[in-house]
């Protein structure tokens, strides 16, 4: 008799025939063994307010966050970002520049349709439908708030290692600590 060689990966689903009752039994491997539990997420999410404001994620309830074209952005959305993440909605690109409101991530990762619409100012001709470069999430209204502009963050010690306020950061999306979230939204939110 050969043997067998170790199976890779979880078991398939199997029928199995239960002799003594004549009933097929669905053996169903757990999924979900691999899967652990961590703690919520925080995130800065930049938009331009002309694309996407605060005040349209208020109005529509929720958007999908579309254009994003920086590797490493694409990353935080289609590896790290799950349901329930805080998200920071920052104005970018404007008069003044700042975080306006509250978000959090309503979706899993999937690709962004823009890359295959030629008309879309985020076309991607390199993406194809079966192998997409490019991913998004979904985001949800929680709150709007006054604006806390650029230069109000800098004046804080407990901010002074926000990515966002590294010189020469130019990522549109950048995770943010639970302190600097408990204390942007705990002290300069009120």
Same mark, same amino acid.
């Given at each position: 008799m050969p043997t067998q060689r170790p199976r890779r990966g979880p078991p398939k689903k199997a029928v199995v025939f239960h002799e003594t009752t004549a009933f097929f039994l669905f053996r169903i491997p757990d999924v979900t063994a691999h899967v652990t539990t961590r703690a919520r997420q925080y995130w800065l999410m930049k938009s331009e307010p002309d694309e996407a404001s605060i005040d349209d994620l208020a109005a529509k309830g929720t958007l999908p966050w579309t254009?994003?074209?920086?590797y490493q952005?694409?990353?935080?959305?289609?590896?790290?970002m799950r349901l329930g993440d805080g998200v920071l909605f920052y104005h970018s690109s404007c008069?003044?520049?700042g975080i306006a409101g509250l978000a959090?991530?309503?979706?899993?990762?999937?690709?962004?349709?823009?890359q295959f619409d030629a008309k879309?100012?985020?076309?991607? +001709?390199?993406?194809?439908q079966e192998d997409p470069r490019w991913s998004l999430v979904d985001v949800?209204?929680? +709150?709007?708030?006054?604006? $806390?502009?650029?230069?109000?963050?800098?004046?804080?010690?407990a901010l002074a290692d926000m990515v966002v306020l590294r010189r020469g950061n130019r990522l549109s999306i950048?995770?943010?600590t639970?302190?600097?979230?408990?204390? $942007?939204?705990?002290?300069l939110m009120k």
């Open positions: 254009g994003v074209r920086n952005a694409r990353n935080f959305m289609r590896d790290q008069p003044e520049p959090e991530v309503c979706s899993a990762p999937y690709p962004d349709p823009t879309s100012d985020y076309y991607d +001709k390199a993406s194809k949800r209204f929680v +709150k709007k708030t006054p604006l $806390i502009a650029l230069p109000a963050l800098r004046e804080y010690d950048t995770p943010v639970p302190a600097e979230w408990r204390f $942007i939204t705990g002290k």
